[in-house]
């Protein structure tokens, strides 16, 4: 479990738990990651302009590189589970530039979920870095391959985004 306690925080602590948590999903206690990318899809499916949502992905990659260190040592557990906002920018990452639609979506967040589970290379060397890298670094490789896929997947169906 954590070591911070949140009570007796600063409130810069309290914010930086709360965005690495994604104000406390993180905490959820079954499945805190799956939870994490659930919530992300409401931005896959809300914000519809590619511009925007590529800002978006941009904004949130910055934030949970500048956070989730933090928020390690706060917690004071490597690559804590209540960590989730890595779990946000993966999943935004996945949909960078792919169909929005029910199925691309579903498929989409399977796919990322899988990647983040099984941990295909580079991300398994990734994970075992310290701080942000390894918190961080992990998720984006899984949504790079998650991407690819959808990517390929809308070629071969031949669907425009």
């Keep these: 479990m954590s070591k911070v306690n949140i009570k007796k925080s600063k409130l810069k602590d309290k914010i930086i738990i709360g965005l690495a948590s994604l104000l406390g999903i993180g905490f959820i206690p079954a499945c805190p990651g799956t939870a994490g990318s659930l919530f992300g899809l409401l931005f896959v499916w809300l914000i519809k302009n590619q511009i925007i949502f590529?800002?978006?992905?941009?904004?949130?990659?910055?934030?949970?590189f500048f956070i989730s260190g933090k928020a390690e040592k706060l917690l004071g557990q490597k690559d804590s589970k209540q960590i989730v906002v890595d779990e946000l920018a993966g999943i935004l990452i996945t949909f960078l530039f792919v169909p929005r639609t029910f199925l691309f979506i579903l498929v989409g967040f399977f796919l990322f979920r899988l990647f983040d589970i099984i941990k295909?290379?580079?991300?398994?060397?990734?994970?075992?870095?310290?701080?942000?890298?390894?918190?961080?670094?992990?998720?984006?490789?899984?949504?790079?391959?998650?991407?690819?896929?959808?990517?390929?997947?809308?070629?071969?169906?031949?669907?425009?985004?």
Excluded: C, H, M
């Design 120 to 161: 295909i290379a580079p991300a398994n060397k990734i994970e075992k870095k310290s701080g942000s890298w390894g918190i961080v670094g992990d998720d984006l490789i899984a949504a790079v391959y998650a991407n690819l896929t959808l990517q390929l997947l809308r070629l071969l169906l031949k669907i425009s985004s």
């Design 54 to 64: 590529a800002l978006l992905t941009v904004f949130i990659v910055v934030l949970a």
